[in-house]
């Protein structure tokens, strides 16, 4: 690059070899980014501008948007993954997740969440959906430290954030909170919503705030109902972990007579900014009720197979025109282009037929992008993952010499970066206009 | 490092800070490496040599054996994963592949040769076990001109290599080879062995060679047979694809009334050196017969995924005390630690329960390391894959301090390698002592 990007000029410029315009990479494209950190236009040229950061060797992609994670977890990596009394399960490993919970102090979580956050840059996610339970530093003690750690980490990470606070009231369907699940308490809707606007006026100008039923387990349907509709109200995006486990879908039924989705689709008329995450076991009909009613569906390929959750039919959702995005959830691993390989990948398995989440022109590679950056955003309710003007300047440049990209044609890179590498093609990233790595 | 591992001493002696001595990572190891490039010594030590190279902040791992490679195919990244008339199969990607196969001319292999191979080193891999199919520039000409082209390579990356060199006389069960298949061409056992006897005395002293029946596809059982017995007349180890296909089963059945692996072993009384490679869908009855008469199983994850191949029940393999290695196959994507996280992701996803193909300890993490060491220089015929003395000093040198390392504790870095990370924590690869990366 031919100056320092970090330069505090007022706008700039950017010439990369390649970049993203949505369907394809182009070359010739300039791209102008306001002071304010979003993308003012973005032009095809017929000659250099002198003036330009000219990006020689790089292509530059949307950055991407982790639409599910629990950051505290990448304190598990390596973690809970022997099984000398037999083969484990989400519940055993549950036990081994509330444990460190119950034992972070909030120095040791801050640190955590700088160094998961950066981790995360590194990989190329620039925006994060921080789905967050984990509020108190004491049992029982309504203290909310971690919510503002959170905050901070993101800040020095320089990551954007969408802080998805959780309520979180029962241990279990009809349980009160047990153990290390105190520290995760919100005791009622009323202090949920003072909470959110205590946190309110801390948000930097990459911070939003969004709003969580943590699960049918955390949070009775009514509870559901009533905190998605105030959710809207404000113009607040809301996500839920739904139907990740069988137990959790049995349990509802014996108290409800239905599986969460379906009494969600009962209580609820839209889903407008709903992100339902996981959806492993959820029955078909549910399911296109819920896509047909406007609901997202989050996946994380690489914590469900961690996990041993089993297999989502996301095959039925991109056939429903569902939207999909991704999430890196536990952050066993960090790597979104993982994640979309084997979201594909795990749908090949299952079906034995090859390009199951094909777009109409029977690219795979489109749709995946999409759920890495566009769907994450829509997810988030945020103007990022496109390269375009009024978008955030949030960008991943990828460094065309890499050897495992050897081989490239324009027509065949985002293929080859989404199925042939991992984190190594990664040269830098943007947020905002503010380039890191 | 405090001196150059490249200086031409008659041994070199390496203290890392953590060495893999095969049942977990421990301090104060002290490697001699001999000037033939076997390990002579492996040591507890009480204190520091100062002769001795010190690999601060390094731990050393056996180098990954990939038993299972067609380095051309490396040629179609990001490639034949377009789907506009609907999804794809095997059959569709192979026509792809054939079309790649046909195209290639002796130099433009030779380079995909070398890159392939260096990409290998670069993701730890110090061994490959080429299953070479491809062996003449023209259609139906016997020049075996490729073959001398994998030696080449081979020597010119530095990588280990079991030249396993496939005997391809029909194009499908009782059909003459067509098209590209015309540039696989062994018309008879005589002219393979005679080829075999061309080639043994090209072989540097890192490579060997192997005996293979393609497919049941390209040999009749009889066949499969006598290679077999003159392989293991001669020492050499033998491997085959099986049952890869639903296709390749069906049809099988339809000639000879039975399975490919159900033919071998009515056939075979033992499999000592016999390797199967995939067993997607091997009936369960079959594949107990072949593991207890000393046959080993490869398994391609990565590959198996990208095809749509489906799920091989590798937990009964696991379960029965079976040989199982990792091969890279299509080369699509080449990483060693992806492979052996989704051969086991894969089995908690259709099990729906973790910890798989864990052994007596409960460890996930040094069954999936066995497999792409010690497994794989089975596999091969090989004294690679462990740290010990008399066998060859093939390692890793994995960079402790990268980030997505952090937080590991000796018991927890195998598991937190094989699950978190790729390969930016591979500091430098040695093969035979000689050091790269």
């Known amino acids: 690059m031919s100056r320092q990007l970090s330069d505090p000029d007022p706008t700039q410029t950017l010439e990369a070899e390649l970049t993203w315009t949505g369907e394809r990479f182009e070359p010739d494209i300039r791209i102008t980014v306001e002071r304010s ?8 040229i017929s000659e250099a501008d002198p003036a330009a950061t000219r990006m020689a060797g790089k292509a530059l992609l949307p950055g991407f948007v982790n639409a599910h994670s ?16 037999g083969a484990g399960s989400f519940w055993s490993w549950r036990e081994a997740m509330y444990e460190l919970a ?10 955590l969440y700088v160094e998961t956050f950066r ?6 996610i620039t ?19 971690f919510d503002e750690a959170v905050l901070a980490a993101a800040t020095e990470a ?42 309110a006026p801390m948000l930097n ?7 969580v039923a943590h699960s049918i387990r955390a949070a009775d349907p009514g509870e559901v109902a009533e905190l998605y509709a105030e959710a809207r109200r404000r113009g607040l995006v809301f996500h839920m972990h739904i139907e990740e486990q069988r137990q ?8 409800y007579g239905a599986t969460p989705m379906a009494l969600l689709n009962d209580r609820l008329d839209q889903f407008d900014g709903f992100t339902a995450v996981h959806c492993t076991h959820t029955e078909s009909t549910e399911m296109s009720r819920f896509l047909a009613a406007g609901g997202s569906v989050c996946l994380c390929p690489l914590t469900e197979a961690n996990l041993g959750d089993g297999i989502a039919d996301i095959a039925a959702v991109h056939q429903a025109g569902g939207t999909l995005c991704l999430g890196s959830d536990s952050n066993a691993r960090i790597s979104m282009v993982e994640e979309m390989r084997w979201a594909e990948y795990v749908q090949r398995l299952a079906g034995e037929q090859r390009g199951v989440l094909r777009d109409e022109s029977g690219s795979v590679a489109r749709p995946l992008l999409a759920a890495a950056t566009v769907a994450g955003a829509h997810s988030l309710g945020l103007d990022t993952g496109r390269i375009e003007p009024g978008h955030w300047a949030d960008f991943i440049a990828i460094d065309l010499t890499c050897p495992t990209l050897a081989g490239w044609q324009p027509e065949t890179l985002l293929t080859t970066l989404l199925l042939g590498t991992a984190e190594e093609t990664i040269a830098a990233t943007c947020v905002a206009g503010e380039w890191a790595g």
């Open 37 to 44: 950190g979003r993308i003012a236009d973005v032009t095809k």
């Open 70 to 85: 629990h950051a505290f977890q990448r304190g598990l990596r390596g973690r809970g993954e022997s099984f000398p009394a």
């Open 102 to 111: 119950g034992g972070l102090d909030p120095d040791r979580f801050h640190r």
């Open 119 to 124: 981790e995360m840059r590194r990989a190329g």
């Open 127 to 145: 925006t994060v959906g921080e789905f967050h339970y984990l509020h108190h530093a004491n049992a029982g003690e309504l203290d909310f430290r």
């Open 158 to 199: 320089g990551i954007r954030l969408v802080l998805l606070e959780a309520f979180y009231r029962s241990g279990a369907i009809g349980q009160p909170l047990a153990g290390a699940q105190r520290r995760f308490s919100t005791p009622d809707a009323e202090s949920y919503w003072r909470q959110m606007d205590r946190l």
């Open 205 to 211: 100008d990459r911070q939003t705030l969004g709003a």
């Open 248 to 255: 959790e879908i049995a349990d509802c039924i014996a108290e």
